[in-house]
């Protein structure tokens, strides 16, 4: 069963700062990866998704790569705002299997 | 843009009652999902269909059953509301042709459902 671990569940950063957050994941035979942004009390919003023949994708300020290999991806957020506050989630989607696999999440405060 | 559109953002319901959850996409997405998520549990998919009149269960199918009419509905019915089945439930839909898709999973809105 593949697990997907995000650690740590929630942080902090000053307002400019560059946020890192990493999701690993344990069986590597991935279609694909997905990040997604939540904010309280509402659904998850697609931020981006990287194929496995992919190693990154980016939009905007945002910047994700993909290492199959050693089990993770990393969601890279650059000059990070309080508008960034939110709960950040990762999900793999095996081969062979219909449904997406969940970490717990981020949850990011960035601190004006 | 995809939508994908819950009926309902605040439920209320008493224990016993049977109650419906309706989602409806309108991009021709063939995978639709109901996940509910609780603090500390994170997301757990509780059921999911690929087609039409098709259904499979999910982690935790317990206590719920689903319904695939047409390709945009899928809905989630609490057969007797209990009040552990208070949560956030969350639909999504994917499209997936030929069994592959690399396209993003699309979210509702969510139903914050409280029994009581």
């Known amino acids: 069963k593949q697990e997907v671990t995000q650690i740590p569940a929630a942080l902090s950063v000053p307002e400019g700062e560059n946020l890192v957050l990493n999701c690993s994941f344990t069986?590597?035979?991935?279609?694909?990866l997905q990040w997604f942004r939540q904010d309280p009390g509402k659904g998850l919003t697609s931020l981006l998704l990287i194929q496995s023949s992919q190693r990154e994708q980016t939009s905007g300020r945002l910047n994700a790569s993909l290492d199959k290999s050693s089990g993770r991806s990393t969601l890279y957020i650059a000059a990070s705002q309080p508008g960034d506050s939110a709960t950040y989630l990762c999900?793999?989607?095996?081969?062979?299997?219909?449904?997406?696999?969940f970490g717990k999440g981020n949850q990011v405060v960035v601190i004006p | 843009d995809v939508k994908v559109t819950q009926s309902s953002r605040y439920l209320v319901k008493r224990t016993g009652e049977k109650v419906f959850l309706e989602c409806v996409q309108d991009?021709?997405?063939?995978?639709m999902f109901w996940y509910r998520q609780d603090p500390g549990l994170g997301l757990r998919l509780i059921y999911f269909s690929y087609d039409v009149k098709m259904k499979e269960k999910g982690d935790i199918p317990e206590g719920y059953s689903v319904s695939r009419e047409k390709k945009e509905r899928f809905s989630l019915i609490l057969e007797s509301a209990s009040t552990n089945q208070t949560s956030m439930y969350l639909c999504?839909?994917?499209?997936?042709?030929?069994?592959?898709?690399?396209?993003?999973?699309?979210f509702g809105d969510g139903t914050r459902l409280s029994i009581l």
């Open positions: 991009m021709d997405h063939e995978n």
């Open positions: 069986d590597s035979a991935i279609y694909n």
């Open positions: 999504a839909s994917r499209v997936d042709k030929g069994g592959k898709s690399n396209q993003p999973q699309h």
């Open positions: 999900a793999v989607l095996l081969y062979g299997n219909n449904r997406l696999a």
